[in-house]
């Protein structure tokens, strides 16, 4: 492998040259710094549908898919792909069911639905988990996996100055407000589309050549069905109890059928339609406008397994015939989550910088949107209600950008010597996992409190400390009491000494138990809950432009589970 070019170095440098620019126009042709706190927080009205839809994706896709879901796709194949294909499906039910009750009770903030639904203890207590969670799972693994792939590209050394460097072009960003992060996302998911698509060429083009095929894309995908076919099933099935570690480990991750039932459309309907992260983007657009945004978001997932999926398959496939053994392993030391930055390295000249440009965007993006999520809900849930109810909006917008700044100094702390320990597990699947342990109590809360009117704030605030404790009980502490193999789980060793059941699976049954939990305490209460929203049946209907996208998304994904199911 070759370094960067002078080449490389000079389409970089236009990339970033470009986002700069076009954010500083957009940033004082909107007059920003005069902006109002929804204005800075929300760009209210200004982002347009394929701003909002492309925004989603280039804060969606970031160094934890990457990086994280390349490193899957090696381990495990194509079945990692069901997070993005369900998330499709989940931005429709975003789209219709959950975007109207928001946008009619002008909600602009997570904690504040629950402050207007439930009460003020359980917005607080939210408001808080969410910062924790934004900043020390979220934000700390984009910026680790980020410059951990960009630092492997460049030969390694350089992995503190790649941080530094990244914190520093998303603060940038960010402090334009959120307009300034709508507008310029759509370069950036341009870039990361364009420069994904040229990486997943070239890693096909490799398997083809490694085989004697020649430079053909068709034939090295080809390839790749017929050398590793378990790469390309849907299902994971379940292992025996003896079965080796590998096999396990891949159960662990993606339990089969299971998952279906459980797991994944709670990770995706929490982080698509309970998250201020991603609904913010939405939240200051009109109903029309947002739907068509959400639904082009969800028709751009259905294609991204190609650029963050397929790359790991390849890799994996060059690394089982003899390539690639010092790429997946630099300095001696074997990652999965290495294999996305070990066909990066084979890139012709040009190329590696349009690759490096693709990955710093989408890592750039989803830190900016990330961080702007956070300055939201810091400033808006915290700061003006409990320490200064009358600041006025220029002391909201400046609070907002303190808060940034703290926020990812903050995670540049914890990503120096990795102290999470997210490079031990895999980045994805860190993510998954512990966004996973308040999942179950979130969900429980906004399904129950948008669509059921008796459900009370007493059942919200234990449904939200009961997912919680019982996410961590299945997830720690569930196979030592009832057995390794029971009607509700199965458990398998962890390869630490311990047992270990599924954490889709753990999610699963603590969105149940809450539910049920909720319901009952909310019928014991009052009949009538003078706080429920009043939901209007016409606010759901779909104009018939958003149906003739929510069909053709529903076609294509049942096309796609049907090709390799």
Known sequence: MEKFSFVDYLIFLVYFIVVATYGYWIYRRKNNANATSNDYFLAEGSLTWWAIGASLIASNISAEQFIGMSGNGFTVGIAVAAYEWIAALALIIVAVWFIPVYLKNKIFTMPQF?????????????????????????????????????????????????????????????LGGMRVIGFTDVIQVLVLIIGGVATTYVALTLVSTHFGLGKDVIAGFNQLLKDSPEHFR?????????????EINKYLMLPGLGMYLAGIWIVNLNYWGCNQYITQRALGA??????????????????????????????????KNGALQQEMAPGGHFNPDNAYSAILGFLPDGMKGLSLAALTAAIVASLAGKANSIATIFTMDIYKKYVKKDASEKTLVTVGKITVIVAIATSILFTWDDMLGIGGEGGFTFIQKYTGFIS??????????????????????????????????????????????TLLYTAYPNGRGGYEIPFQICMGLSFLFTVITMIGISLAGPKINPKAFVLDTNMFKVEPSVMVMIVLTLLLVSALYVRFW
Not at 234 to 246: F, L, S, T
Request: hydrophobic residues 60%; positive net charge.
């Open 440 to 485: 179950p109590g979130v969900l429980a809360m906004f399904l129950l409190g948008m669509f059921w009117k008796r459900t009370t704030g007493s059942a919200a605030i234990v449904g939200l400390i009961m997912g919680f404790v019982l996410s961590v009980v299945f997830n720690n502490y569930a196979p030592s009491w009832f057995g390794h193999d």
């Open 114 to 174: 629950l402050n207007n639904r439930y009460n003020e203890t359980t917005s607080l207590i939210m408001a808080v988990f969410w910062l924790f969670l934004y900043i020390f799972v979220n934000l700390t693994s984009i910026l680790f996996l980020g410059a951990l792939a960009i630092n492997n590209l460049a030969g390694g050394g350089s992995f503190h100055v790649i941080v530094l460097a990244l914190s520093v072009f998303a603060v940038i960003i960010t």
């Open 234 to 246: 849907m299902i994971i099935h379940k292992p025996a109890a003896d079965a080796p570690q590998e």
């Open 286 to 319: 009109d109903l029309k406008t947002a739907r068509t945004g959400i639904l082009f978001a969800g028709f751009l997932k259905l294609f991204m397994p190609v650029i963050v999926m397929l790359p790991g398959i390849a890799a994996y496939v060059l690394y």
